[in-house]
């Protein structure tokens, strides 16, 4: 099974600042790489697919990139609402989550 | 709004059975993915299975087959989780969700449903 390790657990931030999140895939997923948004009590929300596509409705600061098997989620100008928990997801096959990464208020 | 509205909580002892629910709302049901997704506590996301509500075609990942059943009913634009007798180790959170049609990941979460199994 394909391991995804996210880094770091938590992350803190000011609002205005960058965030930048990294997920690690245990072998090569190509990519099969999708990244979420979770807040407590809410759905998560799709943010990110293919690597770097974003889907509907998600604003322009927030971006994925990669190389190799080493993908980032950045958040430039952190919003309030931008606080929350990260999940990094490889869908090959059934696919896996990591961990997650908690942006929290600095 | 195209959401997926799942039950509410459940509190259940060992060796109960347990149906959740997942209804779609807001986009057409029968062409889309339906799935559950479960996390257990301090744990991560998996996928337990999904369901083509058109036919009814189900798959389950390898480590849920026989352990769980889902279903689907079109008429009312709804998905099931059922457990037949639950375990302590059956406790965590289980997510609906719909899958995007070219990869398993999730396109629409449901906001997930606390199961609670304990003596």
């Known amino acids: 099974e394909i391991v995804m390790t996210q880094s770091p657990a938590t992350l803190s931030v000011s609002p205005g600042e960058r965030a930048t999140l990294s997920c690690r895939a245990s072998?090569?997923?190509?990519?099969?790489l999708a990244w979420y948004q979770h807040k407590p009590g809410q759905a998560p929300r799709l943010l990110i697919y293919?690597?770097?596509t974003r889907a509907a409705g998600i604003p322009a600061r927030f971006s994925g990139s990669a190389s190799g098997t080493e993908f980032t989620l950045t958040i430039t100008s952190l919003q309030s609402e931008d606080f929350a928990l990260y999940y990094c997801q490889q869908y090959n096959d059934w696919g896996t989550f990591g961990q997650g990464t908690k942006v929290e208020m600095k | 709004e195209v959401q997926l509205v799942q039950s509410g909580g459940e509190v259940k002892r060992p060796g109960e059975s347990l149906t959740i629910s997942c209804k779609a709302v807001g986009f057409s049901f029968t062409n889309y993915w339906i799935g559950w997704l479960r996390q257990m506590p301090g744990e991560g996301l998996e996928w337990m299975g999904i369901?083509?509500?058109?036919?009814?075609?189900?798959r389950y990942r390898p480590s849920f087959e026989g352990r769980v059943t889902i279903s689907a009913d079109k008429s009312s634009n709804t998905a099931y989780l059922h457990w037949t007798s639950l375990k302590a180790s059956d406790t965590g959170m289980y997510f609906c969700?719909?899958?995007?049609?070219?990869?398993?990941?999730?396109?629409?979460w449901g906001q997930g449903t606390l199961v609670t199994v304990s003596s």
């Open positions: 969700a719909r899958r995007h049609h070219s990869g398993a990941f999730v396109v629409i």
């Open positions: 293919g690597v770097s």
């Open positions: 369901i083509y509500p058109d036919d009814s075609d189900t």
């Open positions: 072998q090569s997923i190509s990519t099969n």
